[in-house]
C-alpha cells in the first residue's frame, strides 16, 4: 500500500477526499494492486475514515475486495455507531460472505429503511434458503419496496419454501398490485409454467391478469399460446382496471424481448 494514498483519504477537506477516492477506484480498474490494498485498508480500518467514503468505496466493493474484509465487514454489519450497516450489507453480498447471514436476519428489523433494504438484496444474493422463513413476512410489510424487495430474494433463493410463499400471494392477493410477484414466480420456469397456464384459465380475471405478466416474465416459448390467447379474446378487466388482453400483449412482448436479448448474449 502506498502511504501517499492513503494520505488522500484522510487529508482535505471531504469534496476532496471524495473526489481522491474516485480517481482511486479508477486507477484500481485499470489494474493498480497497490490502491486495491489502500481501499481494502478503508474498510479493514473503517472506524478511521469518513462514513462517505466507506459507503462510497463499498459500491464497488467487488472491484476491490477480497477474503480479508471478512471480519471488517461482519464488524460492521452490526456496527450500530458508525452507522454504514447498509453498506456492510452491500459488501458482504458482493464478496460472498455467507457467514454473514445471522447478521443480515438481525437487520430486518432495523429502523433504517435503507438497511433493511440492503439487508435483502444480500439475503437473496447470498441465496440461503434457511432465511426464508425470515423474508416471508416482509411480502406482507406496508412497504411497497419492502415487498418487492423480498419477492426478489425468495425468486432468487428459490426453492420450495420460497415458491410456497410466493404462490399463497400470487393467489390469495393481499394487495391489488403484485407485478412483483409475478416477476418473482417467473424465476421458478420452467416448471412453474403449467401452474401459471392453469391459472391464466381461473374465472378471476385479476388472477388471469397476473399469470400473463408472470408468464411473459419466463421468456418461455411454452407460454406462448396462452398468451395468445389471452390477447385474442380475453376482456375480463381487473380491480384496478387493468385488462387482461392488454397484460397479455404487454407479456408477449416482454417474452419476445427475454429471448432476443439471451440470443444476443449467446452468439
Known amino acids: 500500500m502506498n502511504p501517499a494514498d492513503a494520505r488522500l483519504l484522510k487529508d482535505g477537506d471531504l469534496d476532496t477526499r471524495e473526489e481522491n477516492l474516485r480517481q482511486l477506484l479508477l486507477r484500481t480498474e485499470k489494474g493498480d494492486a497497490s490502491v486495491a490494498e489502500t481501499l481494502r485498508a478503508l474498510v479493514r480500518d473503517y472506524p478511521d475514515y469518513h462514513r462517505s467514503l466507506y459507503s462510497r468505496a463499498l459500491n464497488r466493493a467487488g472491484l476491490f475486495g477480497d477474503d480479508t474484509l471478512r471480519e471488517p465487514l461482519l464488524a460492521s454489519l ?13 459488501g458482504c453480498a458482493a464478496l460472498g460472505f455467507h457467514d454473514a447471514v445471522p447478521g443480515l436476519v438481525a437487520m430486518l428489523d432495523h429502523p433504517q429503511d435503507i438497511a433493511r433494504d440492503q439487508a435483502i438484496i444480500a439475503l437473496g444474493v447470498l441465496g440461503d434458503e434457511s432465511v426464508v422463513p425470515a423474508l416471508v413476512p416482509l411480502l406482507r410489510d406496508s412497504n411497497s419496496g419492502m415487498r418487492e424487495r423480498a419477492a426478489e430474494a425468495l425468486g432468487m433463493i428459490g426453492g420450495d419454501a420460497a415458491l410456497a410463499a410466493l404462490w399463497d400471494e400470487f393467489e390469495n392477493r393481499r394487495y391489488y398490485r403484485i407485478g412483483y410477484i409475478a416477476s418473482a414466480l417467473s424465476e421458478f420456469a420452467p416448471e412453474i409454467i403449467p401452474r401459471l397456464i392453469e391459472a391464466a384459465a381461473s374465472e378471476d380475471p385479476d388472477q388471469r391478469y397476473w399469470a400473463a405478466v408472470a408468464l411473459g416474465s419466463t421468456g418461455d416459448d411454452r407460454a406462448v399460446p396462452t398468451l395468445e390467447r389471452l390477447m385474442a379474446s380475453d376482456r375480463g378487466s381487473t380491480v384496478f382496471d387493468g385488462m387482461v388482453s392488454v397484460a397479455a400483449k404487454k407479456g408477449l412482448r416482454t417474452l419476445r424481448r427475454i429471448q432476443a436479448a439471451i440470443a444476443a448474449r449467446e452468439s
Open 78 to 90: 452490526a456496527d450500530t455507531r458508525y452507522n454504514c450497516q447498509a453498506w456492510a450489507a452491500m
